[in-house]
């Protein structure tokens, strides 16, 4: 299983990959399942703006496609602009489909600054009283 500062590189280097002519915001991710594979995305603009997908989703929804359902941990890094690098909580959009896949209170949020300075959260945390599979008894 690869380190947590190992999935922080990955979504620093998948911002590289960022499509985002319209925001200039970049944004990268690493998703790593619970078999230890990894899945990094980017966001990707569009000109009529609504088809924009966000890089968290970019890398659920390629590991997904693969047959993959079971995730331990997503690294995320954005920033406008290289020298003001903050951090970049995931959107609500992209905090629902983390709950699809994943259990709120294990799935672990990475929100990466730099490689060397990264805030952990749980899904529970940024997503309190969430709706979600189980409701629908699944
Ligand atoms: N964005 C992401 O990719 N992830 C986030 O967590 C926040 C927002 C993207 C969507 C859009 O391309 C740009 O950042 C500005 O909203």
Same mark, same amino acid.
């Given at each position: 299983?690869?380190?947590?500062? &190992? #999935?922080?590189?990955?979504?620093?280097?998948?911002?590289?990959?960022?499509?985002? /002519?319209? +925001?200039?915001?970049?944004?990268?991710? !690493?998703?790593?399942? +619970?078999?230890?594979?990894?899945?990094?995305?980017?966001?990707? *603009?569009?000109?009529?703006? +609504? /088809?924009?997908?966000?890089? =968290?989703?970019? !890398? $659920?929804?390629?590991?997904?496609? =693969?047959? &993959?359902? %079971?995730?331990?941990?997503?690294?995320?890094?954005?920033? #406008?602009? &290289? *020298?003001?690098? %903050?951090?970049?909580?995931?959107?609500?959009?992209?905090?629902?489909?983390?709950? =699809?896949?994943?259990?709120v209170k294990d799935f672990r949020i #990475?929100?990466?600054?730099?490689?060397? =300075?990264?805030? *952990?959260y749980s899904l529970e945390q940024?997503? /309190?009283?969430? $709706?979600? /599979?189980? %409701?629908?008894?699944?």
């Amino acid at each position: 299983m690869i380190s947590d500062r &190992e #999935l922080v590189k990955m979504a620093i280097d998948a911002k590289n990959k960022s499509y985002s /002519p319209y +925001s200039g915001f970049r944004v990268g991710a !690493a998703l790593l399942t +619970s078999n230890g594979a990894t899945y990094t995305g980017c966001n990707i *603009e569009s000109a009529s703006y +609504s /088809p924009t997908n966000c890089a =968290e989703r970019t !890398a $659920f929804f390629k590991a997904v496609s =693969e047959g &993959e359902r %079971d995730f331990n941990t997503i690294a995320i890094a954005g920033s #406008l602009l &290289e *020298e003001t690098a %903050d951090y970049c909580y995931p959107c609500g959009v992209c905090r629902q489909v983390m709950a =699809e896949f994943c259990a709120v209170k294990d799935f672990r949020i #990475l929100i990466a600054k730099s490689d060397d =300075e990264w805030l *952990e959260y749980s899904l529970e945390q940024l997503l /309190p009283f969430s $709706f979600g /599979p189980k %409701d629908l008894n699944k």
